[in-house]
């Protein structure tokens, strides 16, 4: 008789962003008149840049005909784009990364929620409180976490990193010895931004504790400060003891489009056996490459029209960004992110809670942000505010909020 | 200090077609002026139908423009897909398969390899003997199967079906009960297909004991004669015991543009724990959604125009197989598949090994096939060729293995 994965059952309710949705059509449902502005969800909201159009189209053409028709992409992506990426995000910034450690996939979520399988279920695993979710829930589907204790709001077997204001967000080195390291930076959903210097104290912890650092990049396109690490890879030693996530989804726009990439060192190896072969194993077995006119898209965001465009793209939600941030502190909130992430962190006013805070958004500003307590319980009395919107719905909500 | 998946260590060498591509690309180098042709891996080389470029054109369109953008999909796939997937492919065949129940995704071979994390590591696994690589490799690296006997060919824990001449290669019911059972018919590599009776014999096997069959029907389309089930839900009590896996990869040749769907019925449960929410909690956290402009070319596959293209495609493979079928034949070969299905599974002349052949068959005539003992032991002494190449290289590949 067939059994289940029994590990399934220690998530607690339902994935974030479902009951945010179904909240949010509920209210919708009572409430029909109710205009209602989402700064919930981080999606993108501007079209894809045209540049990006006409290469989408220039692909589709090829593909409908016998001379340039492509079938299977190869496994790891074509090699236009993995040199093109080595390149662009690596080599120019003085990163040794070669193409050939390039994985191209669907988007940085899959990556990120897939990679824990070629490590032993034993491994200890360390993330942010807050954190996006998918990095625990992937790990206690795969048994890694122990139990869920409903009275912490945490798992059993994880080693949480406090991310408080106290340390600017940003998390201290831990007691205890972590196997897997969870990093997120620029983070979601702090919008904070760790330095060179500290990431580097990661990253030789790492190497002195035989750790492996799991960096999720997506946001980097959003750093707009000096001093501040595009990719882990700008740490010495990283190539020896980190996998690097990056995302095209908040870079160009390609949430509804899927494409990402992971980098994985040669160098990298865990009790002496390389990382790069498993995944590429891993990657081989159960991946079939991402589609063909979407790697060409991805060509033509690294283009020079291609980049002056998303770069405008990038001016005008991080331009929403400044809006909310100022907005929120004019009308006394205390708010950090921002500045390199295009998400803002606030905290909740009267020392409600995140979910309260939300319900009363909602009902009094019809203005949907997400409860940090979704994130972990450090979330707590904390709210995530995106800058996704467009201008005029991200003027709207900021009036509505100060009207408050 | 982090570990490695062990199980990765189980897996035996690379992966089939990694190691072909190595030798073909080793002979080219050797003997420049051979022109091989390719009948090895199952990749289509006719272009997409002029109805699905017009869909990505028109998609990509909608992209490039604010009021017509879309970002993230739903988890799921987008109801304009899952309703015409629900209604042609099932309902209107008779199969009481509604659009909740389907999980659109970038290609089966994904989902047959993610399907078994829904399972606990302790149930059994059944597959065919010679089979698709995909289920067994990925529960190796779950830890499913045991180790792996160098003296058989086999993984100790798994239950082996054999498909032979003698069942006409499909598989009787086995001595010890699975808790999984793998199924492809239309079959990759036999090209053998089940008649209704006898997969209805499985369907109440599993439902007598509390199995479930994980059915891959990712070659359908290609099914000529009656009495052969397109679905397994044409079958009795098949929604309380079967997930169904299809792909628009050789329907439509989508092998480079990557969409396939899963269906887990709303019935299906397991140790009275229903199947789908669980396989909805994994495409929520692990999976984002298939492209938009890629399910819109989804769906121009079932409009009538789309329909009527890719059925010509379908013929034009299908008059490949009868060309390699009856060359086959006429050169003395014993040949079967091929009728319903694009591959043709051929016993190797002489008594030779499938690699010897494949060798001898490389040198001799230039031609790459698949060796049958790529698929397991069960396919030692047998050799797959596809229907997939152009008109004019399978003649041309016909000729060649005539003259030997």
Same mark, same amino acid.
Request: a negative charge.
């Given at each position: 008789?067939?059994?289940?994965?029994?590990?399934?059952? +220690?998530?607690?309710?339902? /994935?974030?962003?479902?009951?945010?949705? +179904?909240?949010?059509?509920?209210?919708?449902?009572?409430?029909?008149?109710?205009?209602?502005?989402?700064?919930?969800?981080?999606?993108?909201?501007?079209?894809?840049?045209?540049?990006?159009?006409?290469?989408?189209?220039?692909?589709?053409?090829?593909m409908g005909r016998a001379e340039s028709f492509r079938g /299977?992409?190869?496994?790891?992506? /074509?090699?236009?784009?993995?040199?093109?990426?080595?390149?662009?995000?690596?080599?120019?910034?003085?990163?040794?990364?070669?193409?050939?450690?390039?994985?191209?996939?669907?988007?940085?979520?899959?990556?990120?929620?897939?990679?824990?399988?070629?490590?032993?279920?034993?491994?200890?695993?360390?993330?942010?409180?807050?954190? /996006?979710?998918?990095?625990?829930?992937?790990?206690?589907?795969?048994?890694?976490?122990?139990?869920y204790d409903p009275d912490t709001g945490r798992f059993r077997d994880v080693i949480y990193l406090p991310c408080t204001e106290d340390n600017g967000f940003t998390p201290g080195l831990p007691w205890e010895v972590p196997d897997l390291i969870y990093l997120c930076f620029p983070n979601n959903p702090t919008g904070a931004v760790m330095t060179r210097a500290k990431l580097q104290q990661w990253v030789d912890y790492a190497n002195d504790h035989g750790s492996v650092i799991l960096y999720d990049a997506a946001y980097e396109a959003y750093i707009s400060e000096e001093g501040i690490p595009h990719s882990i890879y700008e740490c010495e030693g990283a190539e020896n003891c980190a996998i690097e996530f990056r995302s095209f989804s908040k870079t160009a726009g390609f949430t509804g489009l899927r494409l990402g990439f992971t980098v994985?060192? +040669?160098?990298?190896?865990?009790?002496?056996?390389?990382?790069?072969?498993?995944?590429?194993?891993?990657?081989?077995?159960?991946?079939?490459?991402?589609?063909?006119?979407?790697?060409?898209?991805?060509?033509?965001?690294?283009?020079?029209?291609?980049?002056?465009?998303?770069?405008?793209?990038?001016?005008y939600y991080m331009e929403n960004a400044r809006i909310i941030s100022e907005g929120l502190k004019k009308a006394g909130y205390q708010v950090s992110g921002g500045v390199n992430a295009p998400y803002i962190w606030l905290r909740t006013p009267d020392g409600l809670t995140s979910w309260e805070f939300f319900d009363q958004l909602l009902a009094r500003a019809h203005v949907v942000g997400t409860p940090g307590s979704g994130f972990g319980p450090g979330g707590e009395h904390y709210f995530r505010l995106t800058a996704f919107g467009t201008r005029e719905s991200t003027l709207e909500a900021m009036e509505r909020i100060q009207n408050l």
């Open positions: 008789m067939a059994k289940v994965n029994r590990n399934y059952r +220690k998530l607690p309710g339902s /994935y974030l962003f479902s009951t945010i949705g +179904k909240k949010v059509r509920e209210y919708s449902e009572a409430h029909p008149e109710a205009e209602i502005i989402r700064l919930g969800i981080g999606d993108v909201t501007q079209p894809l840049a045209p540049k990006i159009i006409t290469a989408l189209h220039a692909a589709a053409d090829e /299977y992409a190869p496994d790891l992506g /074509y090699s236009f784009l993995r040199e093109t990426i080595a390149n662009k995000d690596y080599q120019e910034r003085g990163c040794s990364i070669s193409a050939d450690e390039i994985f191209v996939s669907d988007g940085a979520k899959c990556d990120c929620g897939n990679i824990q399988e070629i490590f032993g279920i034993e491994n200890k695993v360390a993330v942010c409180d807050p954190v /996006y979710p998918v990095y625990v829930d992937s790990n206690v589907m795969a048994g890694r976490t122990g139990d994985v060192p +040669k160098k990298l190896a865990v009790e002496g056996e390389a990382l790069h072969p498993m995944w590429a194993r891993r990657h081989g077995t159960k991946y079939n490459g991402a589609p063909y006119i979407v790697q060409r898209a991805g060509e033509a965001v690294y283009s020079e029209e291609g980049q002056s465009q998303i770069r405008q793209q990038i001016a």
